[in-house]
T-cell receptor, first 112, second 114 residues
C-alpha cells in the first residue's frame, strides 16, 4: 500500500476553514484516498474518500491533484468538535475487505 | 442509523487469563475488521473476515484467534493475556463487494491486563 505523509499537527481558528494536506506520491492507479478522524480514544470516523475526482459531502471536501500524488481535506467551517487526529489513508480496492493502514496522522487543534 | 456494537466496552483481566471481545456489525454489512490501538499509538490492523471467511491477516499474535459467525457478528478470542495486550480494540464493518470498502468503526473495547 502507498505510504502517506502528513504534518504532525495543525491549528485552526473556530469558524475558519481547516485545510489538511496529505502527500501520497507513490499511489497506484487502483488506490483510493480515504480520510478518517479519531476524536480522543473514540472509534475512527469515516469522513470522505475519492479516487481522482474532487469529492464533497456534508462533512468535508476532498481535493485530489491531477497527478494524484497529493490531496487536501477541507473542513469549511471548523468547530471545537472537529479537534481530532486526522488520518489520510490510501488503500486499494481489492473486491473484499481491504485493511486500513493508519499512519501517524495530523493532530488538528481548533481554538476559539 | 444503526452503528457497530462492541461488547464489553471495558474489560479488566489478569495476566495469563483469556478474554473474548464481541462485535456486531451494521445490519447488512458482511465484512468485519479488527484493529488494536495501544496507548499513544495509531490503530493497527489485526484481521478481517468477509462472508464468514478470513480475508486478511495483519500483526495478530498466535495467542489471538477470531471468527465470524452466520449472523455476521465476530468474536476476538485472546488467550494467555500479557501486559502488552492492554489496548483499545476496535471493530469495523463494511458492505463487501462494493467499489470501495468504507469501514465504519465501533466505539471500541478497552482491555486492561493487570
Amino acid at each position: 500500500d502507498a505510504k502517506t505523509t502528513q504534518p504532525p499537527s495543525m491549528d485552526c481558528a473556530e469558524g475558519r476553514a481547516a485545510n489538511l494536506p496529505c502527500n501520497h506520491s507513490t499511489i497506484s492507479g487502483n488506490e483510493y484516498v480515504y480520510w478518517y478522524r479519531q476524536i480522543h480514544s473514540q472509534g475512527p470516523q469515516y469522513i470522505i474518500h475519492g479516487l481522482k475526482n474532487n469529492e464533497t459531502n456534508e462533512m468535508a471536501s476532498l481535493i485530489i491533484t491531477e497527478d494524484r500524488k497529493s490531496s487536501t481535506l477541507i473542513l469549511p467551517h471548523a468547530t471545537l468538535r472537529d479537534t481530532a487526529v486526522y488520518y489520510c489513508i490510501v488503500s486499494p480496492y481489492t473486491g473484499t475487505a481491504s485493511k486500513l493502514t493508519f499512519g501517524t496522522g495530523t493532530r488538528l487543534q481548533v481554538t476559539l | 442509523a444503526a452503528g457497530v456494537i462492541q461488547s464489553p466496552r471495558h474489560l479488566i483481566k489478569e495476566k495469563r487469563e483469556t478474554a473474548t471481545l464481541k462485535c456486531y456489525p451494521i445490519p447488512r454489512h458482511d465484512t468485519v475488521y479488527w484493529y488494536q490501538q495501544g496507548p499513544g499509538q495509531d490503530p493497527q490492523f489485526l484481521i478481517s473476515f468477509y462472508e464468514k471467511m478470513q480475508s486478511d491477516k495483519g500483526s495478530i499474535p498466535d495467542r489471538f484467534s477470531a471468527q465470524q459467525f452466520s449472523d455476521y457478528h465476530s468474536e476476538l478470542n485472546m488467550s494467555s493475556l500479557e501486559l502488552g495486550d492492554s489496548a483499545l480494540y476496535f471493530c469495523a464493518s463494511s458492505l463487501g463487494r462494493t467499489y470501495t470498502d468504507t469501514q465504519y468503526f465501533g466505539p471500541g473495547t478497552r482491555l486492561t491486563v493487570l
